[in-house]
């Protein structure tokens, strides 16, 4: 499930609060929505189901927070969760809610009083996948099953309407963000106006644990201001360094978070966005078997190619062969520095017979 809401009460609200300087508000924001979720399903009877239906039912056995001192798991009907039926057992609501709703920004004023300034719509649960049945190597996407796909997901959401708004924002991040790098997210503006604007931006990031979603530390970069021309178009960069994120914790330990609040001083016309930086990670691992066939009995030499992709210095490891009959620990007593590769060639005893599939990791 991509963009899972993970701390939900059971309502489809994900509510993010700004101060009037531009930056979030984190005693506040406590609702978070996960880049993906991971559950499990099985077939069961149920008759407490209208009609006694069986059905698919879903089963979180991620682990979660409490939501009002109750993990809550399951099982959940399928089809109970698509037609929006959550009176029917069990933790329907909260299911719910972690594949459906909106993500609404509001400012805080000094008295407490607070105005809205934007709603995504439709963020939440905007893709959900499986392995396909017809081919292995390839995946499904059944968000249809779960969902009401009348309204599509919008990651950019569409900004309150109101009349002095005369700037276009569009937040563009690159497809190749790596862990170790410095990221860089582009804020494109584009100003449909006859006059000059003025935008001040702002970005804070926020490093969270992946484990539990607690807040481990926040760091607000000053404000860029960018003039921008009748009728023009401008990118402005909102960097990054990679030690103001490194530093915490490797990269399945943490996750970083940004925060952008851009402001048109002539107009007061607002827009924000926040989201988690998602890492593409290349493979460790890369195998060689030159053997279509393998007869059980029959050495075979794999070949097992480790690459550090990190920016960083790794030191000694395992390498763990399961499959074929197979479960076989190797220890790496190494150390690799960025960017650098070795070989272990690895013969191979196989002692099942059938169709197997060989996992090295």
């Not at 484990?211 to 607000?220: A, E, R, T, V, W």
């Not at 000053?222 to 960069?237: F, T, W």
């Not at 914790?249 to 943490?254: C, T």
């Not at 990670?281 to 794999?302: A, R």
């Amino acid at each position: 499930i991509y963009n899972a809401a993970c701390q939900t009460d059971g309502t489809k609200n994900n509510d993010i609060h700004w101060d009037i300087k531009q930056r979030p508000l984190k005693q506040l924001n406590s609702d978070f929505i996960c880049a993906s979720h991971v559950w499990n399903e099985c077939w069961m009877r149920r008759y407490d189901l209208s009609n006694g239906e069986h059905d698919w039912q879903i089963i979180d056995s991620t682990p979660v927070l409490m939501c009002d001192g109750i993990r809550r798991t399951g099982p959940c009907s399928v089809s109970s969760l698509k037609n929006s039926e959550l009176s029917f057992r069990w933790d329907s609501p909260f299911v719910h809610s972690t594949i459906n709703g909106n993500k609404a920004h509001w400012i805080v004023y000094p008295d407490g009083n607070m105005e809205l300034l934007d709603v995504q719509e439709n963020i939440v649960g905007s893709k959900i996948i499986t392995r396909s049945l017809t081919n292995e190597f390839a995946i499904e996407d059944i968000t249809k099953n779960y969902k009401n796909l009348m309204k599509s997901s919008d990651r950019n959401g569409s900004l309150v309407k109101r009349p002095n708004n005369d700037v276009d924002f569009e937040l563009k991040l690159s497809d190749d963000m790596k862990f170790g790098d410095n990221l860089t997210l582009q804020l494109h503006a584009t100003n449909k106006s006859n006059e000059t604007r003025t935008i001040a931006t702002a970005l804070s990031l926020c490093i969270v644990s992946s484990g539990n979603q607690k807040l481990i530390s926040c760091y607000d970069q000053p404000i860029q201001l960018s003039n921008l021309g009748a009728g023009k178009n401008e990118n402005i960069p909102l960097k990054v360094r990679s030690e103001q994120y490194m530093t915490y914790g490797k990269s399945e330990n943490i996750i970083l978070k940004y925060y952008i609040h851009s402001r048109v001083k002539e107009t007061s016309q607002i827009f924000t966005r926040d989201d988690s930086v998602v890492f593409n990670k290349d493979d460790l691992v890369k195998l060689v078997l030159n053997e279509d066939v393998i007869e059980t009995g029959k050495p075979v030499l794999l070949e097992i190619q480790i690459t550090n992709t990190l920016q960083r210095r790794i030191n000694n490891g395992r390498i763990h062969i399961d499959g074929l009959g197979i479960n076989q620990v190797i220890p790496v007593n190494r150390a690799f520095t960025p960017k650098e590769s070795a070989t272990f060639n690895v013969k191979l005893n196989p002692t099942r017979v059938g169709v197997s599939r060989l996992y090295v990791t």
